[in-house]
């Protein structure tokens, strides 16, 4: 068993504390890539959207343009988010325009992609 599996373990005893005291708590893993995310009980799923695409958003800056799909994921995120930013709200025009741009963006890096035959290998 690795550390990052015996702290799994602990951390579900101290959850298991919180839960008999009525704090629900929602703990999701992945040993294997040693992630493990709480979610507390007013978590919904707008809010985990928006944290996950933070991780997404992360990667694509910190990738600048040393990765020849930097640019299709940044253009991606950045849609998502504009999206993510209104679900509940109307999109307004500046938005559209915005994710009108990204789209464009998103179709000039693909050919871009195409015509140097960039490949997953």
């Known amino acids: 068993m690795t550390n990052f599996e015996s702290f799994y373990i602990e951390l579900l005893d101290l959850s298991k504390k919180y839960e008999d005291q009525n704090v629900p708590l929602k703990i999701e893993q992945d040993l294997e890539n040693n992630i493990i995310k709480i979610f507390g009980e007013k978590i919904t799923s707008l809010s985990r959207a928006k944290n996950g695409l933070n991780d997404v958003a992360e ?5 600048a343009e040393h990765h020849p799909y930097w ?3 940044s ?3 950045e849609i998502a988010s504009s999206i993510l930013e209104k679900w509940r ?4 025009d500046e ?3 915005d994710i009108d741009w990204a789209i464009k963006k998103l179709d000039q890096s693909l050919e871009k992609i195409k015509n140097n035959n960039f490949s997953n290998s």
């Not at 990667?59 to 990738?63: F, P, Q």
């Not at 709200?89 to 307004?92: A, N, P, Q, V």
């Open 59 to 63: 990667l694509a800056h910190a990738t």
């Open 71 to 73: 640019n299709l994921l």
């Open 75 to 77: 253009n991606s995120s």
């Open 89 to 92: 709200d109307s999109l307004s």
């Open 95 to 97: 938005d559209l325009s």
